[in-house]
């Protein structure tokens, strides 16, 4: 590719400056789409406590959250008298509903390394235990330890492959028919899955 033939950089809207706002004056958008029960706002209450402000809120001209909804709560439930937020006055009315729930759908379409978390979360549990919520956490690394424990061996002839048909096909293995069954509706729910059918 030439230089003539480099496209050209796309352009985006600079990040506003944060400004410090009383606590009182920010208000929790009614029509939040996204739930937060009362666990969320303590893990990230004590992330505050432990690392301090790391990226503000972002609010609109009213200073309605469009960003931030679970650390304005943890600042609320720390009894924090002023918050870090940007004011995005660049934003319509819609877009402002767009992004609040585009900036919550991110992780929708991600998901975790289990093999290295497991390992960093080991590592960090000493230190960071309790701003980490591990508790938590157990659960999740108990089930990928029995995952790995009860794990078959797939022949070497089964291979994912691509479904003319439109989509990209892999055979996951279970050892029994209820072990399949359990997890069926979670395979199904997550992004991209189009698809889940038994086969003996």
């Known amino acids: 590719m030439t230089t003539s033939d480099t496209p050209p950089a796309k352009t985006v ?21 996204r739930k937060i029960p009362q666990r969320a706002i303590e893990v ?18 009213d200073h309605v959250i469009i960003a931030g909804h679970t650390r304005l709560q943890a600042a609320q439930h720390l009894g924090l008298k002023v918050v870090p937020a940007i004011i ?41 235990g309790d701003v980490l919520a591990l508790q938590d956490w157990q659960a999740i690394v108990s089930d990928f330890t029995n995952i790995e424990d009860s794990a078959v061996d ?5 291979k994912p492959h691509f ?3 439109g989509g990209f096909q892999v055979l996951v293995v279970f050892k029994s028919e209820e072990a399949a069954l359990a997890v069926e509706q979670q395979i199904m ?12």
């Open 88 to 128: 995005a006055t660049n934003l319509t009315d819609e877009e402002v509903r767009a992004y609040r729930i585009a900036d919550n759908r991110t992780h929708d379409f991600t998901t975790w390394d289990y093999p290295e978390l497991v390992v960093q979360l080991d590592s960090l549990a000493d230190e960071f």
């Open 189 to 200: 729910d997550m992004p991209g899955v189009i698809d889940v059918r038994h086969k003996r």
């Open 163 to 165: 479904d003319p048909n």
């Open 13 to 33: 809207a600079d990040l506003g400056e944060a400004v410090r706002l009383p606590t009182s004056s920010v208000k929790l958008a009614g029509d939040n789409p």
């Open 154 to 158: 797939v022949p070497d002839d089964i």
């Open 44 to 61: 990230v209450a004590a992330s505050l406590q432990r690392f301090g402000w790391q990226q503000p809120l972002v609010v609109d001209k």
